[in-house]
């Protein structure tokens, strides 16, 4: 098999594998991008596996004039700055030891061992600067049938790191064929390692569920999460039934993590979000228990969260979208209350603001069409 694209033919990517392969190192491009090259799915990151040792590449990019960043040198890797675009550059490895979090690990001269260390067979693929992939561990038939498989034994890959079981069920949700379901061995490892990942920080659980979510359907990874036991561990109290109809009613619509967090977890407060997005959770939650019309949803929350409100709502519900919401949200969004504090000078204080809210929920309960004049006379 072999691999091609702009990531790989440029100049900087070909400037990397030339610097290590001219001084008689191995160097390939590896994961990843080799992955979604071959599937067809854009490249943003390009790692790098080598044969060199950290302290030799140093000393090559400092003798080629190029930045060398020691990012990670108990672990082999070190990130090299060609024209302003970053390549983390990494000794093959073998792990020594592992806690379920962190690996201890020892540099090699054998593909085969850093092949070996790596989580599934899909990942374990590396091309060279001609774009031909070499594949220790069977992925090309893997990728070919669009199957994640762990590499070696399942059960000891979670060990090594627990975080490999959001991964699994990530991984399948982005690039897995859904009529195939999850490979049955690694599946049955994550449900038996499943307490593992409370060992995990919040941190890194946020960021899985954020690209999980954000697959264009997850709801057939995340029921299997669900029958599992996994979910429970990571949104306590989940419920998957609304995510399912969610993915058919966004049709055409870009996926957002978050619109599809609301109709999924009541609990989130153990994630590590942002204050927008706690904030705009609670909005959608909020939502979701009320029957506000789409138009005044669009004002109250602007017309991208409104949109979302209306569409978790009618999966929550299993209700049909309402008529013309969408235009019914855009019109609300670009409505103005008509009203200023300025209109009301003899008044200040909580005085005030009591009135321009009375106010604004007559303009409300008028459809927007209360004018000033309605409003003030």
């Given at each position: ?32 991008c ?28 400092e003798?080629?004039?190029?930045r ?22 990494t ?7 592992t ?53 070696g ?8 790191d ?57 709801a057939?990874?995340?029921a ?27 049709a ?22 942002t204050?927008?997005e ?34 978790a709502?009618?999966?929550v ?37 009591q009135?321009l ?19 003030l006379?």
């Open positions: 098999m072999r691999v091609s694209g702009d990531w790989l033919e440029n100049a900087r990517t070909q400037t990397v594998l030339g610097l290590l392969t001219g001084a008689g190192h191995a160097a390939y491009a590896v994961g990843g080799v992955r979604n090259a071959a599937l067809g799915e854009g490249v943003t990151d390009v790692d790098i596996a080598t044969s060199a040792r950290p302290e030799q590449v140093i000393a090559l990019a003798a080629a004039g190029l060398a960043v020691p990012t990670g040198l108990e672990h082999g890797t070190v990130t090299l700055v060609v024209n302003g675009e970053g390549f983390e550059v000794t093959f490895r073998r792990d020594v030891a806690d379920g979090r962190h690996a201890e690990v020892a540099f090699s001269d054998r593909i085969e061992d850093d092949a070996a260390r790596r989580d599934f067979t899909m990942n374990a693929l590396y091309a060279d600067a001609s774009g031909h992939v070499l594949d220790p561990l069977g992925g090309v038939d893997d990728l070919r049938a669009r199957r994640f498989r762990f590499v034994d399942p059960a000891r890959r979670i060990a090594e627990y975080l490999r079981i959001l991964r699994f069920f990530r991984f399948h949700a982005q690039y897995g064929d859904p009529a195939q379901g999850l490979d049955a061995d690694g599946l049955a490892a994550c449900a038996a390692g499943a307490d593992g990942l409370a060992r995990l920080s919040a941190e890194r659980v946020t960021s899985e569920l954020r690209k999980l979510l954000a697959a264009r359907d997850p057939p990874s995340v299997a999460m669900h029958h599992a036991g996994v979910l429970a561990w990571v949104l306590p109290g989940a419920d998957p039934r609304a995510l399912g109809p969610l993915v058919h009613l966004e055409g619509r870009a996926p957002h993590w978050l619109r599809r967090l609301a109709v999924l977890a009541p609990d989130t407060d153990h994630l590590r979000l204050k927008s706690a904030r705009d959770l609670t909005r959608l939650r909020d939502a979701i228990g009320q029957t506000t019309p789409p138009a005044v949803l669009g004002h109250d929350l602007g017309a991208d969260l409104g949109a979302d409100a209306v569409l709502r009618a999966a519900l299993e209700s049909p979208l309402p008529r013309d919401w969408q235009a019914e949200i855009k019109r609300g969004a670009n409505a103005r209350f008509p009203i200023r504090a300025a209109d009301l000078p003899h008044l200040e204080g909580a005085a005030l603001g009135r809210r009375a106010l604004k929920a007559r303009w409300i309960a008028s459809d927007f069409t209360s004018t000033r004049d309605d409003l006379g």
